[in-house]
């Protein structure tokens, strides 16, 4: 069987490890939040969370994420400082039990949405990307130097006209959107990512390849000496937006990832939301091509628009064909003697939840009846393929 685990942002969580329990998940994923990125997680700072979880009656299975600095990204700066400094957290880790690491190598924003609140059909909630807005946003709020090409001729009429209808409040919180870091960290200004869109224009999508894989030559002894598993989200949304680089967005992204570096360690977090959103991408030819090495699992769902929009759909509606990656996901297992953690990823903000302040698309309720629906599917695939 999988194992079920939850996203845990720490004690500052509006979502209870008791809350959890009750939702029925077994394992925690979740990270040191406190900690700058690149700084050293320590054994004594680790075991610390580590007694947190443990002390609920659960598990910490995943880290997610040690987030990877921004000058091992851009191969500049101290980066050889961070990169020791990564080899290390990952020795504390793995001398504390935990052995699966899950990180990202966007550049500078991780996943970028523009709108936080979409209403769905029945009153929930739930994230969207749309692409006016981002438009209207790099367009006429960054003001990004030879943007324009980015879009069709079509897009900037309707982004000019959006601009031009909305408040300078709505201004401020689509830029705050796209801004908006993980929760509990700080978001990136819009100056620094004016600067770093220049860094990575000039490092472009070859040079971003190559220091993605010197950062897993870095790390891959340490990962094989101490049984680590590095698992890489793919970038989300899979598209190049505000003109940096996407290198983690599909099937040959990801076979050339784990092609460059054949080591075992060196596996993927099969995110079926980010990847979904893609129109290139289909979810099951996917998963059966790399399955091999993927260690970690984010089930999510996404409704798609013709324009690279997409809102996030309940977990077993919307486009990603969750039976089909489900029934694969239960094959893999089937060979593997450890369970793979896999978490429902987001979930509306519905019921109760709608009047509370909670983590944008990590609310309890969403996500419990994600992770419901999607332990059901399992247990039905797995008792259909055995009789
Ligand atoms: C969003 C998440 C991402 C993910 C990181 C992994 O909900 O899927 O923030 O945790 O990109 O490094």
Redesign the pocket.
Known sequence: MLLQTW?WYGPGDPVSLQDIRQAGAKGIVTALHHIPHGELWSVEEIKKRKEQVESAGLQWDVV??V?VHEEIKTRSGDYKKYLAKYNQTLRNLADCGIHTV???F?PVL??TRTQLDYEVQDGAKALRFDWTDLAVFDLYLLKRKGAEKDYHEETQRKAKKRFQSINEKQKEILTENILMG?PGEKSVTIEALSKSIETYTHLGREGLKENLVYFLSSVMDTCEEYHINMTI?PD?PPISILGLPRIVSSLSDLQYIIKTVDRKPNGI?F?T??LGAGKQNDLVQIIKAVGERVYFV?LRNVTKEPDHSFYEANHLEGDVDMYGVMKELVLIQQKRKEPIPFRP??GHQMLDDLKKKTNP??SAIGRLRGLAELRGLEMGITKGLSV
């Open positions: 996203r997610e994420s987030n899950c990180y990202n966007m991780d996943w993980v989200h989300d977090c995110c939301g980010s984010h990823d987001h698309g990590y």
